[in-house]
């Protein structure tokens, strides 16, 4: 009712914010989709109208990206001089600002006007912080944007973090906000539901209880799940992910901290024949692993066989071979001392995170499987794949590569580029927060690009980058137990929220 009583394409496009950040927006996908599909059309008039209104102007662009539209960046010349800088009478405070800073995380490569805009409106906003103390809903909202964009976060914590400020917003929709709240407790158990199911399998598997020095890992496994796959009705896809991610920490720490090159040479060799005689050329604690990821594997085809009528083992069997090979190549730059290339570390290294094994699985999981889809990830792994994996890669070595090391690990992105370049270590944590900024906008254009996949699949895809952001934030959330992943966790997976009184 509300879509259809709201008349003014503003508003209409407020609603839609608001819907998407309290994580409502899967009960109104078609009417978001006929909204913006309205407002796409009209924009030569709607973008003329807001011609003055920086902060109209900046949402509008946000959405229409966000959602695949292909929208210049020349909306935001008439806001800019010269120079590049925001006109004066154009500024019209923290909120224009924040939207503008807001829609340049879904800036494109060489739009350097999108890029100018960002620094600036940072630089202004970091002002506002210290000058305007009156509007303290929208002051959070600035200085939660500085930390981390909106674009770059996970969904579903954004969603439990926006509805305690919402809240506190004085002209606020008491009736969304009852919905969110009710909606967030549904799908809390919903989640709790799915968590039950894969603790009992894990237990069933025995493979955290057996192989005493792999991390057993399995709530941080379903949070990375849950950051992928965010829609409520996916609890399938969620349950078999977290399997994935579960088998990729062990298989991982098989390679990273326990194997010696010749078992790991043994290992690999066993997945790429994908044959369960093959384990009687394993050590024990191998055989265990193997056992494990060969009946898994071979399941989860089975079930897709069976709903989709198409065989994708053999898809299985390649991504789950070439990340092996990938563990093994850097197993055996440890055992020699040898540091690569930056260029070399990340060929490799973007299938050594894992991102193309549990992409290609959710893929099978969430989307409708077509031959066309199989085939362009068989055949060379997908653009959104690859750039989603870079991020992940890179933000993990940015969390863990002191970490790492320690533990006795190959030299990661930032000794590479600091043994290649001679830079100082912070020089090389800039350059790779850089190629981070670089790989967002290449997403970006994926995401408004025809593609064989669904939008749902491609999200998953931009999730798997989210999360990782989230994970790798202040260190390694996933390696090392720490505080503020068991207070995501409390409140994702176990503390409902009280409606207002």
């Known amino acids: 009712m509300m879509f259809e009583n709201v008349v003014d394409p503003l508003e ?121 103390n009156d509007h303290q809903y929208l002051l959070m909202l600035v200085e939660h944007a500085l930390e981390l964009p909106l674009h770059w976060r996970m969904p579903r914590l954004e969603a439990r973090w926006f509805i305690d400020v919402y809240e506190k917003k004085e002209d606020k929709n008491p009736i969304i906000l009852e919905l969110a709240i009710l909606d967030y407790n549904i799908v809390q158990s919903m989640h709790q539901n799915d968590l039950r199911y894969a603790s009992t399998w894990w237990k069933e598997l025995g493979l955290g209880k057996t192989l005493s020095f792999a991390r057993d890992r399995l709530m941080e496994n379903f949070l990375w799940s849950v950051g992928m796959i965010n ?42 024949r994908w044959d369960i005689n093959e384990i009687q050329n394993l050590p024990y604690y191998m055989k265990i692993c193997y056992h494990a990821l060969y009946n898994s594997v071979n399941e989860m085809a089975f079930d897709t066989l069976k709903e989709q009528g198409i065989d994708v083992l053999p898809f299985l069997k390649k991504v789950w071979t070439n990340l092996c090979k990938s563990y093994l190549l850097e197993a055996k730059w440890y055992y020699i001392g040898y540091t690569p290339t930056l260029r070399e570390y990340i060929d490799n290294a973007w299938i ?49 590569s002191s970490y790492e090391l320690q533990r006795g690990d190959v030299p990661k992105s930032i000794q590479c580029y600091m043994n290649e370049s001679g830079a100082s270590e912070e020089e090389a944590r800039d350059h790779i927060r850089k190629l981070i900024d670089a790989a967002w906008k290449k997403m970006n254009k994926d995401q408004m690009a025809k593609s064989p996949f669904s939008y749902t699949f491609i999200e998953v895809a931009m999730n798997l980058a989210r999360i990782s952001l989230l994970m790798y934030q202040n260190g390694d959330g996933h390696a090392i137990e720490d505080k503020e992943t068991k207070d995501r966790v409390l409140s994702l997976f176990v503390n409902p929220i009280s409606l207002p009184k």
């Not at 609890?235 to 920490?249: D, P, Y």
């Not at 060379?380 to 890669?393: F, G, K, L, N, T």
Request: glycine residues 6%; negative net charge.
């Open 12 to 132: 209409k496009l407020e609603l839609i914010d608001t819907i998407q950040r309290l994580g409502l927006s899967y009960h109104f996908g078609d009417e978001i989709k006929k909204t913006l599909k309205n407002i796409s059309i009209e924009r030569g008039s709607t973008v003329a109208s807001n011609k003055d209104n920086l902060y109209a102007t900046a949402l509008e662009f946000r959405l229409l990206r966000q959602h695949g539209y292909k929208v210049n960046q020349d909306v935001f010349a008439c806001f800019m001089d010269e120079v590049g800088d925001i006109k004066a009478s154009h500024n019209q405070g923290c909120k224009g600002l924040l939207n503008l800073y807001e829609a340049s995380y879904h800036s494109l490569e060489s739009e350097t006007m999108l890029e100018n805009a960002r620094k600036l409106a940072a630089k202004l906003l970091k002002q506002c912080l210290k000058e305007n």
């Open 231 to 272: 829609t409520p009705q996916d609890g399938k896809g969620r349950r078999i992910q977290t399997k994935v991610n579960a088998l990729i920490t062990v298989i991982d720490d098989v390679y990273d901290v326990y194997g010696t090159l010749d078992e790991l040479e043994l290992f690999t060799d066993a997945v790429e």
């Open 352 to 400: 050594s995170i894992s991102g193309s094994v549990m992409l290609g699985h959710s893929y099978l999981a969430t989307d409708l499987i077509t031959e066309e889809g199989l085939h362009h990830i068989q055949k060379y792994y997908p653009d959104i794949i690859y750039w989603s994996s870079i991020i992940v890669r890179l933000t993990d070595d940015l969390g863990t």
